[in-house]
Nanobody, 124 residues
Framework: QVQLLESGGGLVQAGGSLRLSCAASGSNFGINAMGWFRQAPGKEREFVAA????????YYANSVQGRFTISRDNAKNTVYLQMNSLKPEDTAIYYC?????????????????WGQGTQVTVSS
């Protein structure tokens, strides 16, 4: 049973930075990639970024490309999301998720385990 725990959310002014962390615990992970998704009030949960455990290859949504960086620390079973130049429209609950299939990195349905989420609020 894999569990994911996010941390690092908070309130920040526009233009500021935050770093989110997601620690995986449990055994027999079977995870080949980790993703970050976000959900703003009244909106669908959307893809933000993903990283392959083995190679570190990263994938980003167009809306965050160049501002956010996803990385992983295999020894700590932790994935990070460094968020710079934050905008009010980045305000959402951010979720990390684990993928163990070969489905698209960009689709929610490719991920089988999810964290509880962490709130990010960007004030203007």
């Amino acid at each position: 049973q894999v569990q994911l725990l996010e941390s690092g959310g908070g309130l920040v002014q526009a233009g500021g930075s935050l770093r989110l962390s997601c620690a995986a615990s449990g055994s027999n992970f079977g995870i080949n990639a980790m993703g970050w998704f976000r959900q703003a009030p009244g909106k669908e949960r959307e893809f933000v970024a993903a990283v392959r455990w083995s190679s570190g290859t990263a994938y980003y949504a167009n809306s965050v490309q160049g501002r956010f960086t996803i990385s992983r620390d295999n020894a700590k079973n932790t994935v990070y999301l460094q968020m710079n130049s934050l905008k009010p429209e980045d305000t959402a609950i951010y979720y990390c998720a684990g993928r163990r299939t070969s489905g698209s990195y960009f689709l929610r349905s490719s991920y089988y385990v999810w964290g509880q989420g962490t709130q990010v609020t960007v004030s203007s």
